[in-house]
């Protein structure tokens, strides 16, 4: 129970402490890109070594590629009927239209609900990967919030209230996780198997889609392979320890 409480705890910090840093101070672009590289080699590497292993022991080869291909394809309908901020545009918050920012929020919410489905996923199967997949989105959330809460302030020019409305998406992020636990939670093994096989493509989407492309690799490598190392590494590291 300690874990389920402590995965609502990532839940919220995340998004918690992008609204409040967009909101008190932006980091540096270098630390913005470094995590952006940290969480996206997290998500692969859980969605490649824990995610689909781990589905292949309950389900066959077929249905495991055909729930990870429903993954990457449904997140990317879902990227293309809602707008979604993508942290590169940062630099880019020229329109503050109340249309555009409003669609932005109901963008980032909805987008929550199927990256709390894959912390749920993984934790009905085993307590530990499911805390692995919170930490990955927790630290992608971080920027993700920082640079939706800036428009958002800009449109209505008051801190307390766009930090209320952005922290309310993570609610949705929130009942994504307790639907895939306690959905999954006493279900045929076959369905965990292919629910982990569509987590693993909703994460693999995020990743290469938003988080690496916004990383800015190719303009510092060092910085990017060293933030990539550490991604792959805090993962087989926890791993290891939990």
């Given at each position: 129970?300690?874990d389920?409480?402590?995965?609502?705890?990532?839940?919220?910090?995340?998004?918690t402490?992008g609204?409040?840093?967009?909101?008190?101070?932006k980091p540096?672009d270098?630390?913005?890109?470094?995590?952006?590289?940290?969480?996206?080699?997290?998500?692969?590497?859980?969605?490649?070594?824990q995610l689909?292993?781990?589905?292949?022991?309950?389900t066959?080869?077929?249905?495991?590629?055909?729930?990870?291909?429903m993954?990457?394809i449904?997140?990317?309908?879902?990227?293309?009927?809602l707008?979604?901020?993508?942290?590169?545009?940062?630099?880019k918050?020229?329109?503050?239209?109340e249309?555009?920012?409003?669609?932005?929020?109901?963008?980032i919410a909805?987008?929550?609900l199927?990256?709390?489905?894959?912390?749920?996923?993984g934790?009905?199967?085993?307590?530990s990967?499911?805390?692995?997949?919170?930490?990955?989105?927790?630290?992608q959330?971080?920027?993700e919030?920082?640079a939706t809460?800036?428009?958002?302030?800009?449109?209505?020019?008051n801190?307390?209230?766009?930090?209320?409305?952005l922290?309310?998406t993570?609610?949705?992020?929130l009942a994504g996780f307790?639907?895939g636990?306690?959905v999954?939670?006493?279900?045929?093994m076959?369905i965990?198997?292919?629910a982990?096989?569509?987590a693993?493509?909703f994460?693999v989407?995020?990743?290469?889609?938003?988080l690496l492309?916004?990383?800015?690799?190719r303009?510092n490598?060092?910085r990017g392979i060293?933030?990539?190392?550490?991604?792959?590494?805090?993962?087989?590291?926890l791993g290891?320890?939990?």
């Amino acid at each position: 129970m300690q874990d389920i409480y402590f995965i609502i705890f990532l839940i919220f910090a995340g998004q918690t402490a992008g609204s409040l840093l967009g909101l008190i101070r932006k980091p540096s672009d270098g630390l913005l890109y470094a995590s952006l590289a940290f969480a996206g080699a997290m998500m692969v590497t859980i969605s490649f070594a824990q995610l689909l292993p781990e589905s292949l022991e309950f389900t066959d080869i077929g249905c495991a590629a055909a729930f990870f291909a429903m993954g990457l394809i449904g997140f990317r309908l879902l990227d293309h009927v809602l707008p979604h901020v993508h942290p590169e545009l940062l630099k880019k918050e020229g329109a503050c239209t109340e249309r555009s920012v409003k669609m932005l929020v109901i963008g980032i919410a909805l987008h929550n609900l199927p990256e709390g489905l894959a912390v749920g996923a993984g934790f009905a199967t085993d307590p530990s990967m499911g805390l692995l997949i919170a930490i990955a989105i927790t630290i992608q959330d971080i920027p993700e919030n920082l640079a939706t809460i800036v428009p958002l302030y800009c449109l209505n020019n008051n801190r307390k209230k766009s930090f209320i409305i952005l922290l309310g998406t993570a609610f949705f992020e929130l009942a994504g996780f307790l639907l895939g636990y306690f959905v999954l939670t006493g279900m045929h093994m076959s369905i965990v198997g292919n629910a982990l096989a569509l987590a693993a493509g909703f994460m693999v989407y995020i990743s290469f889609d938003e988080l690496l492309p916004s990383a800015k690799i190719r303009e510092n490598l060092p910085r990017g392979i060293l933030s990539l190392a550490l991604g792959v590494a805090t993962v087989v590291l926890l791993g290891l320890l939990t």
